[in-house]
Nanobody
Framework: QVELVESGGGLVQAGGSLRLSCVASGSMFSISTMGWYRQAPGKQRELVAAITSGSSTNYLDSVKSRFTISRDNAKNTVYLQMNSLKPEDTAVYYC?????????????WGQGTQVTVSS
């Protein structure tokens, strides 16, 4: 079992920045990829950014060049630096940790942190 605890959300004006953090604890042997998803009211949850244990990254097109995901494996922590925030970035952001071991898929979620961008 893996527990994920997020922090760093809040209210910011358009053009501002926020940094989200997610600390993982527990059976990390099963985890290879960590990422951030978001869900706005009335919309489906979408992948914002993900990073593998080898530091390969991928991003949602609309956040490329504005958001940066990074990972500190020694601290079991993943970060999402969000710059040039826009009102459409407003959502609940969820940390995710996933991996596959011996054909068993592991997938864990944090409780979510609210990000609100005012215009």
């Amino acid at each position: 079992q893996v527990e994920l605890v997020e922090s760093g959300g809040g209210l910011v004006q358009a053009g501002g920045s926020l940094r989200l953090s997610c600390v993982a604890s527990g059976s990390m042997f099963s985890i290879s990829t960590m990422g951030w998803y978001r869900q706005a009211p009335g919309k489906q949850r979408e992948l914002v950014a993900a990073i593998t244990s080898g530091s390969s990254t991928n991003y949602l097109d609309s956040v490329k060049s504005r958001f940066t995901i990074s990972r500190d494996n020694a601290k079991n922590t993943v970060y999402l630096q969000m710059n040039s925030l826009k009102p459409e970035d407003t959502a609940v952001y969820y940390c995710n940790a996933a991996g596959t071991v011996a054909a068993i898929r592991y997938n864990y979620w944090g409780q979510g942190t609210q990000v609100t961008v005012s215009s």
